[in-house]
């Protein structure tokens, strides 16, 4: 192919490029770098990189990155972007997060400048146009808006310039590209739909393809397989074509076939399955698999043996313009390799698993998705484990598929990606292409990316950039750089335990990867170490170097000790940072923590001499303390800790150091006791300080008694035996070394004791719990037992709780059954008669408290019973006594106990109550408490009523009278009967001897007199008095509401009447004299506001009580009581005068306008107006006086007027819908099956039957008349025209013959709709067609459920009610309706809700 002008002219300018002449191009502008002896491209492709996992499959070798600009494109990913921050003065001490997850910058993003300063320079000087289409293999390739094709080695340098201005004036814009595995072949898409295939060993033109699809349609797409004489194309209608290359007798050739059709769902991205070299012979790849992706669904096919559809998976919902993207990758799964498809519309991705079984078919598996916040526009695999993607903002985000995990954001915004959108319009052909497609072609870019071998190039409208996993060490290097040291530190820390993401260059062994990692740990430890040093402010507050030092030494540290590495740690790095006396003290600061956890359990002498001075000149006490007790005692200078330690009170270290560094126990403990000892003697209170450490000395004791270290571990088992036999000896001795002759024998157990006599005695009593077989130990216990009496009993230095205390320790220890001790049983007499002092009334609570656990333990501890009691109750010990009486089975004395007893006196009903309850106690024990109980019921009712109340109901019920009897105070009576009658949630059985009237009656006389304001609900609630004996009672105290409500309940309604009207004059007559006094005054207004109250409220009882009676009086009766009423209203408003006059007049008229309400329900208007007009009040007063009456009246006429015009006018539109609907329903045509009958199988038409009837049912069977008439399937007695029909079919696969109607309330249960035909025949020549017809409507089983479901419409029995009574009244008179219904209902309601609407 001879080249054209242009071409040659672009490739004369790519030469001046490439050699750098600085009249073809300035080398500043883009900052080309010389390249003295490029590789040549077969050198690259062979040769191996040792930065790639073993385990990863591409070819990680593609370009050389001696022409790219790396460092210009650096960047953090968003976790790492943490260092340098000034805020740090205001940070706290930090604390290290080992789980902080930190990924350094993953991809190296550089700008391929070579290749970028080409494309530009091509556009300006040669008019090759902008950059439309990339595709990297090998060589990359570049096609322009002008159809040109620039082919750039991997020295980004220009081999070949293919096409021509003048093609590409014909065929337009290059719109895809792709370049086959051996890089040999070259296939050109073009915007106006042909496509051209070159070969890039000598840039020919082998072929130009322009019938491989429709035309009038751009190139979306065009993909070779791994068979390089197979491709696939993609075309802007949607379609995806085969294209296979044949070369016959040198002669090039290509055959098409259609894989897909647009006009089933458009496909708008394809991505075939290509093998890398290491996996050519992977048994899928025979199968030649391709991945199409249209606007609703996900298809793989195979193109070999045999066209074949594999899978198809649909969508999830989301948006329109959302970009599918396809693209596979070899994965190994359980140390098997398979082709994995991840795919994506919108923000989830997908990724399907394909297999190939060993029957030869293709099994595809879901795996787990992938959810991300963003619309995806671009999808590529980087490795096996890593998705590099683009959204729709142009960010780019690496993804760790495992994890799932973000990894890194880059923002391609620089970048500036070409989109494919004038090919997804098809613009260079008239733009014919669907809505949905154009749509989606906004944010397609899908020809501006291209992966190959671990490497993404990206195409901008100026530029080509490429992507690249960064090594490991290089992630490490860019934090370096920029200073971010802890971050550096915890991503290799990742790197060393093998859970950092997208790693590339570790290879090999494990234990060498750990190596290679520490080795370049320890080398970033020693740079932060200079670098902390060095940045440090020289001059400042001392807290802003502690926090500067607060963020380098505590990460050193860690990260020292993780790898096991503390030679480095207390050697280089503390010699280093020891020249900084802030970050000194840090670092020895730092490693308490690490003590205290046991990491850290040696160190190096210098450093334990610097802790010590450095803890103890900054008074760090405590810390020191908690230090040296987690510390190896070899790495202690013992004299300096000890001085130390005594020097600043730090007795746990100390106690630490005696056991550990000279296993010497009883020091620490002479020490200890020479503190406590002489405030306790004295009689002086001990401070707080000095109370820890009588507790310390007690936990001290308890440890070495029980063979633990103090205050951690274990004591060797060699010296167990030893200590505590050294410990006994000590606490036993008479006297100390440094004894005065003042002191008392045995100072050591009578300083514990006095310290804290319990907690001793704890101490012991768990000691003693492991003593068995030790005849040593038993010895001792023996011996501190005898000097325990010795020192406590007889000395009136130790209380009664103290004594107690060891008595009842002395007990527990003597009711064991292996028991070895003795004790002298007249010391537990002598201790009884101590605690049973009456003349003592101090401690009452706590010694009856002692005594009572002395006794509860039982066993060995044996009393005189009856002097025991006798003591007891002399000194008031009721639970002592209770204790007694309850071993004597004396229950009913237990009573007595508790009733003296004025802390307990309340539990005594739950304690009687439980005991008459529950089993184990004999009928004559439980009668002897119920007669105590009845003894006592008098101040039992006293105690608290409700309880006796409750007691009585359960235990005493027959004895009700008699308790009445004896309880002579009568208010006393009333509270009890209150609690006594009032209604339980749950009855129980004595309630019902409950309902004596006279127990009701006496309530009622009690309550009259006592709690009036109850009377009422307790006539409401109780039932069971006598209402004559009732009324006397309420009239003899002047209850009148209680005494009218008795009277109504009796039937009375007019003496209730008149005993409330009396009530209701009487209040009245009280407020018209109030009015008529007219007092001034606060008082006096709320002296009348209470008088119209009790107005109002007894006016309201009246009207109550009217109400309710006037339903069940004739006329003249209610008009009786109303008027009454009125009047007495009426004639109140006569006698208002005063001061106060008006305003009582008007509360009186607003009362009797209530009264005029209310009554009006019950008496005739005109009756009311004609009464009120004659009364003087109204009567000569204006029309304005009665005006609200009149207007009210009125009012209520419209209501009712409109209320009966709507219900009226519903009525009517209800029926009418119903019996339309009806009417439709019954006047339906029948459509029969078949032109036979269903029983005997002939011809509906028989001729030799003159006068054939026909019977046709709704299902669609058809019958002759006589057939089903033999068959019985005819129901009811009445006439031919009323006889109903069930059909013989329907009927007997429901399991029998239908009858007659067995339910009278269902009287169309068998019966349907039904037409029965009568065919007259006449002679031969006479119309066949000639037919008398008779139609009868009725239900059978069908009909009946279809017009269920449709009454179940209306919820209601209205229509039904309707319909039944319209069916049996017209029945007769009209055909076409219902003639055998349900009888219509008397008392039916119409619902006034319009009907539903139904569709025709």
């Known amino acids: 192919m001879s080249e054209s002008p242009d071409a040659r002219s672009l490739l004369s300018a790519s030469s001046q490029l490439n050699l750098m002449e600085v009249d073809a191009i300035d080398d500043k502008e883009f900052d080309i770098p010389q390249v003295d002896t490029p590789p040549t491209l077969e050198s690259i492709l062979n040769e191996l990189s040792d930065e790639e996992e073993p385990f990863v499959l591409e070819d990680t070798c593609v370009l050389n990155t001696d022409n790219m600009d790396a460092h210009s494109c650096d960047t953090s990913s968003l976790a790492s972007s943490d260092s340098g921050d000034p805020a740090h003065l205001k940070r706290k001490r930090r604390t290290l997060d080992l789980n902080a997850t930190v990924h350094g910058s993953v991809l190296r993003h550089s700008l391929l400048k070579g290749i970028s300063a080409q494309i530009v320079s091509a556009a300006d000087k040669v008019d090759a146009g902008l950059p439309t289409a990339i595709t990297v293999a090998g060589v990359i390739a570049v096609g322009t808006s002008h159809g040109l094709a620039l082919v750039f080695d991997t020295n980004q340098a220009l081999r070949l310039c293919l096409g021509t201005k003048a093609t590409g004036a014909e065929f337009g814009a290059v719109s895809a590209l792709t370049i086959n595995h051996d890089c040999s072949r070259l296939l050109c898409g073009f915007a106006k739909g042909q496509i051209t295939m070159w070969d890039l060993a000598n840039g020919k033109l082998l072929r130009t393809i322009n019938d491989a699809h429709p035309p009038g349609t751009a190139i979306l797409h065009v993909k070779f397989t791994d068979d390089p004489t197979l491709a696939v194309c993609n075309d802007s209608g949607g379609s995806v074509f085969e294209l296979v290359f044949r070369r016959v007798m040198g002669m090039r050739s290509c055959d098409s076939r259609c894989l897909f059709s647009g006009s089933k769902g458009e496909v708008c991205c394809i991505e075939p399955l290509c093998a890398p070299p290491d996996f050519r012979e992977h048994p899928i790849t025979h199968y030649s698999l391709l991945a199409m992706a249209s606007l609703t669904k996900i298809l793989v096919i195979g193109l070999k043996p045999s066209l074949k559809v594999w899978m198809t998976f649909p969508y999830s919902k989301s948006d329109p313009s959302s970009v599918p993207q396809l693209a596979w990758q070899f994965v190994p799964v359980q140390k098997t390799v398979n082709p994995v498809l991840a795919f994506c519309k919108g923000d989830t991705v997908h990724f399907l698993l394909v297999k190939k079984e060993e029957t030869g078919t293709i099994h595809v598996i879901k795996q787990r998705q992938l959810h991300l916040s963003c619309d995806i526009i671009s999808l590529s695999w980087i490795n096996s484990r890593t998705l590099v993607l683009v959204?729709?903002?142009?960010?780019?985000?690496?993804?760790?598929?495992?994890?799932?995990?973000?990894?890194?954001?880059?923002?391609?915004?620089?970048?500036?990606?070409?989109?494919?959108?004038?090919?997804?319009?098809?613009?260079?052909?008239?733009?014919?292409?669907?809505?949905?497609?154009?749509?989606?072609g906004e944010k397609a870019c899908y020809q501006s990316v291209s992966s190959y071998a671990g490497q993404i190039v990206y195409l901008g409208t100026k530029s080509a950039h490429i992507m690249a996993l960064r090594n490991w060490r290089e992630r490490l290097d860019c934090l370096l750089k920029q200073e971010h040291f802890v971050e550096a530190l915890s991503l290799a820390w990742t790197f060393h335990e093998g859970t950092a993401k997208a790693v590339v260059g570790l290879f090999g062994d494990p234990m060498k990867r750990k190596g290679a990692v520490a080795d370049k740990m320890v080398e970033i430890f020693f740079q932060f170490s200079e670098h902390a040093l060095k940045k440090c402010p020289e001059h400042g507050k001392i807290q802003v170097m502690e926090q500067h030092f607060h963020d380098v030494v505590p990460v050193l540290v860690e990260y020292c000790l993780l790898l096991q590495r503390p030679d480095l740690l207390f050697n280089e790095l503390y010699s280093g940072l020891a020249e900084n006396t802030v970050a000194k003290g840090v670092f020895l600061e730092t490693l308490e923590s690490y003590i205290v956890a046991d990491r850290v359990g040696h160190l190096t002498t210098p450093i334990m001499k610097d802790l010590l001075a450095h803890y103890h000149g900054n008074g760090m006490m405590d810390s020191l303390e908690r230090c040296i007790v987690h510390l190896d005692v070899t790495s202690l200078d013992i004299q300096q800790v000890v001085e130390v330690c005594w020097e600043n009170q730090l007795y746990d270290a100390v106690i630490y150091v005696f056991n550990s560094g000279m296993n010497d126990y009883i020091a620490p403990m002479e020490k200890l006791f020479a503190v406590i000892g002489p405030p306790l003697r004295e009689g002086r209170g001990l401070t707080d300080e000095e109370v820890v450490i009588g507790n310390k000395l007690l936990v001290y004791i308890s440890c070495c008694l029980a063979g633990r270290a103090y205050p951690l571990g274990e004591i060797p088992e060699d010296l167990v035996v030893q200590v505590k036999n050294q410990v006994f000896e000590f606490l036993i001795h008479l006297h100390t070394a440094d004894s005065k002759d003042e002191e008392e024998v045995f100072p050591c157990i009578r300083t514990l004791l006095h310290f804290d006599?319990?907690?001793?005695?704890?101490?012991?009593?768990?000691?003693?719990?492991?003593?068995?077989?030790?005849?040593?130990?038993?010895?001792?216990?023996?011996?501190?037992?005898?000097?325990?009496?010795?020192?406590?009993?007889?000395?009136?230095?130790?209380?009664?709780?103290?004594?107690?205390?060891?008595?009842?320790?002395?007990?527990?220890?003597?009711?064991?059954?292996?028991?070895?001790?003795?004790?002298?049983?007249?010391?537990?007499?002598?201790?009884?008669?101590?605690?049973?002092?009456?003349?003592?009334?101090?401690?009452?609570?706590?010694?009856?408290?002692?005594?009572?656990?002395?006794?509860?333990?039982?066993?060995?501890?044996?009393?005189?019973?009856?002097?025991?009691?006798?003591?007891?109750?002399?000194?008031?010990?009721?639970?002592?006594?209770?204790?007694?009486?309850?071993?004597?089975?004396?229950?009913?004395?237990?009573?007595?106990?508790?009733?003296?007893?004025?802390?307990?006196?309340?539990?005594?009903?739950?304690?009687?109550h439980n005991l008459l309850s529950m089993p184990g106690y004999s009928p004559e024990e439980k009668q002897a408490v119920k007669d105590k109980a009845r003894e006592n019921i008098r101040e039992l009712v006293t105690l608290d009523p409700s309880k006796s109340a409750d007691l009585v109901v359960f235990h005493f019920a027959e004895e009700v009278q008699q308790i009445n009897s004896e309880l002579q105070d009568e208010e006393l009576l009333f509270r009890f009967l209150s609690c006594l009658l009032e209604p339980r949630e749950v009855p129980h059985p004595g309630s019902d001897l409950l309902l004596d009237q006279d127990l009701h009656e006496l309530q009622l006389d009690l309550l009259s007199r006592f709690g009036p304001q109850q009377l009422l609900s307790f006539l409401h609630t109780s039932q069971h008095y006598r209402l004559e004996e009732a009324i006397q009672i309420t009239q003899k105290y002047h209850h009148h509401e209680a005494t009218a409500y008795l009277l109504e309940k009796k039937g009375d309604v007019h003496g209730a009447f008149a005993v409330l009207l009396e009530t209701l004059k009487d209040k009245l007559s009280v407020l018209t004299?109030?009015?008529?006094?007219?007092?001034?005054?606060?008082?006096?207004?709320?002296?009348?506001?209470?008088?119209?109250?009790?107005?109002?409220?007894?006016?309201?009882?009246?009207?109550?009580?009217?109400?309710?009676?006037?339903?069940n009086l004739h006329q003249q009766q209610r008009e009786g009581l109303w008027f009454q009423l009125l009047e007495t209203m009426m004639a109140s408003q006569k006698l208002v005068k005063g001061l106060n006059a008006k305003h009582t007049f008007e509360v009186l008229k607003e009362l009797t306008m209530k009264v005029l309400n209310c009554m009006s329900s019950f008496i005739s208007l005109p009756a009311i107006i004609q009464r009120i007009l004659q009364d003087p009040v109204y009567g000569k007063g204006k029309l304005a006086e009665i005006q609200g009456l009149i207007l009210g009246m009125l009012d209520t006429f419209t209501y009712e007027q409109t209320l009966l015009e709507t219900t009226t006018s519903l009525l009517n539109h209800d029926l009418h819908w119903s019996l339309a609907h009806l009417r439709a329903a019954v006047t339906r045509g029948l459509h029969p099956r078949q032109d036979h009958c269903n029983i005997c199988l002939q011809q509906y038409k028989r001729r030799h039957d003159p006068a054939e009837e026909i019977i046709v049912f709704s299902c669609g069977h058809l019958y002759h008349f006589q057939c089903l008439q033999q068959k019985g399937c005819g129901g009811g007695l009445a006439s031919e025209l009323q006889q109903r029909w069930s059909c013989y079919k329907c009927s007997s696969s429901q399991g029998g013959r239908a009858g007659a109607p067995t339910d009278p309330k269902r009287g169309r249960s068998t019966s349907l709709a039904q037409t029965r035909v009568t065919s007259v025949h006449h002679d031969a020549g006479a119309d066949v067609h000639g037919k008398k017809v008779f139609v009868e409507a009725t239900l059978d089983l069908q009909q009946e459920q279809s017009w269920g479901q449709l009454r179940s419409l209306y919820r209601g029995p209205s229509r039904l009610s309707i319909l039944s009574e319209l069916s049996q009244s017209h029945s007769s008179e009209k055909t076409g309706l219902l003639i055998s219904a349900q009888p219509g209902s008397e008392n039916f309601q119409l619902k006034l809700s319009p009907p539903p609407l139904l569709e025709e």
């Open 757 to 912: 006599t319990r907690e001793f005695l704890n101490v012991l009593a768990m000691t003693f719990e492991d003593f068995k077989n030790d005849k040593q130990a038993l010895e001792y216990q023996q011996r501190i037992v005898d000097i325990l009496l010795q020192v406590m009993v007889d000395n009136p230095d130790f209380t009664p709780s103290q004594v107690g205390g060891l008595f009842t320790f002395l007990a527990r220890q003597m009711a064991k059954p292996d028991n070895t001790l003795f004790v002298n049983r007249k010391l537990f007499d002598q201790v009884l008669e101590f605690l049973c002092c009456p003349d003592d009334d101090s401690r009452h609570t706590e010694r009856q408290q002692v005594l009572l656990e002395l006794l509860q333990i039982g066993g060995v501890v044996q009393f005189n019973e009856e002097r025991l009691l006798a003591l007891a109750e002399k000194a008031k010990f009721y639970q002592i006594c209770e204790f007694l009486y309850e071993k004597q089975h004396l229950y009913d004395r237990i009573i007595d106990c508790y009733l003296r007893d004025a802390l307990r006196k309340g539990e005594i009903f739950s304690y009687i």
């Open 1073 to 1111: 004299a109030e009015s008529d006094r007219g007092v001034e005054g606060g008082d006096g207004e709320e002296r009348d506001s209470q008088s119209l109250t009790r107005v109002k409220d007894s006016l309201n009882d009246i009207i109550a009580l009217c109400d309710r009676s006037s339903k």
């Open 391 to 440: 959204d729709s903002h142009e960010k780019l985000q690496v993804v760790d598929r495992p994890s799932q995990e973000v990894l890194e954001t880059l923002d391609l915004e620089q970048v500036q990606l070409v989109y494919s959108s004038r090919h997804f319009k098809s613009l260079a052909t008239g733009g014919n292409v669907s809505q949905a497609l154009a749509l989606v």
